[in-house]
């Protein structure tokens, strides 16, 4: 039986699947932010008022975000994480891109557009990946 090579983009993204989850883990990690700084985090990096009574779900969202970042620079490493971490976070992310883009013309906005890049870089990065790896690991990254 004839061997057949993996084409271009298998490749491709089996070459740059450790640094994007290393990468894009981080950018989303720093969210973790607003579990421990709200009031320092809201004004100056989601360019919105800090009000106190929105403490605890501003905080649970920063924790929540902050450790999916952390699981995305665990999957660079730990190969049997890739799939299910790509699909959660596609899923996360997606919503998140059709948050900003549907609220689009309001000015509470304007703090979103790098997480927004972010975030669809993430959705488009993982749709490449399931088009060419399917929704496996790539053999040169299995145990």
Same mark, same amino acid.
């Given at each position: ?13 089996s070459?740059?699947?450790r ?35 929105y ?9 929540? %975000?902050g450790?999916m970042? +952390?699981?995305?620079m $665990?999957?660079?490493? @730990? ?7 790509? =699909?959660y976070?596609a ?16 000015p509470? %906005?304007?703090?979103?557009? +790098?997480?927004?890049? $972010?975030?669809?870089? @993430? ?7 399931? =088009?060419a ?10 145990p």
């Amino acid at each position: 039986m004839e061997s057949k090579e993996p084409g271009k983009l298998y490749q491709f993204f089996s070459r740059t699947v450790r640094p994007f989850f290393l990468f894009t883990g981080a950018g989303t990690a720093l969210v973790g932010l607003y579990a421990f700084l709200p009031s320092w985090a809201m004004p100056n990096v989601a360019k919105l008022p800090y009000l106190q009574e929105y403490t605890i779900i501003i905080q649970h969202w920063g924790i929540m %975000v902050g450790i999916m970042g +952390i699981c995305m620079m $665990l999957a660079a490493i @730990v190969p049997e994480w890739r799939v299910p971490i790509l =699909l959660y976070s596609a899923f996360e992310k997606s919503f998140m891109v059709w948050l900003v883009l549907s609220n689009a013309q309001q000015p509470f %906005v304007n703090g979103f557009w +790098i997480p927004f890049a $972010l975030d669809s870089t @993430v959705v488009l990065y993982t749709i490449g990946y399931f =088009l060419a790896c399917g929704f496996t690991t790539p053999k040169n990254e299995r145990p």
